[in-house]
Structure formats: C-alpha cells, structure tokens
C-alpha cells in the first residue's frame, strides 16, 4: 500500500495582493507599476528600460496570465 501525503500551503493575504496586482499590471501592459513595486536594489539590478522589453518579449510569447 502507498501513502499518498500532499501539503497545502495557505497563502498570506499580503502575497494574494502582490499577485494580484502583478498580474493585473502585467495583463494591461503597466510595466510602469510592476518596476514600482520593486526594491531600490531590485531597480537597480532591472532598470526599467531592461524590464520593458523583456516583459513585452514574455507577453508575445508567454501571453497573458490566467488562472
């Protein structure tokens, strides 16, 4: 017999926001508030003349996200 054990993980209501948010900028093309919400090293480390195209480059083909 094989025990089949799975583990759920409960979101914290601060990461649903962030996800949300993301996925809501990044579906309307608002990279704009995407690189907002990034750390100041974070903004350092992706300016956001690098973080434009290559989320323009994911969209055209990756798509939008979805659930």
Do not use: R
Not at 29 to 54: C, G, H, Q, R
Request: no cysteine; hydrophobic share 40%.
């Amino acid at each position: 017999m094989i025990a089949n054990i799975t583990f759920a993980q409960t979101e914290k209501p601060t990461y649903k926001v962030v996800v949300d948010t993301f996925e809501k900028n990044y579906n309307t093309n608002n990279f704009e508030v995407i690189f907002s919400m990034f750390s100041s090293d974070m903004k350092v480390a992706v300016p956001l003349n690098k973080l434009t195209p290559y989320l323009t480059n994911l969209k055209k083909q990756a798509g939008n996200i979805s659930k």
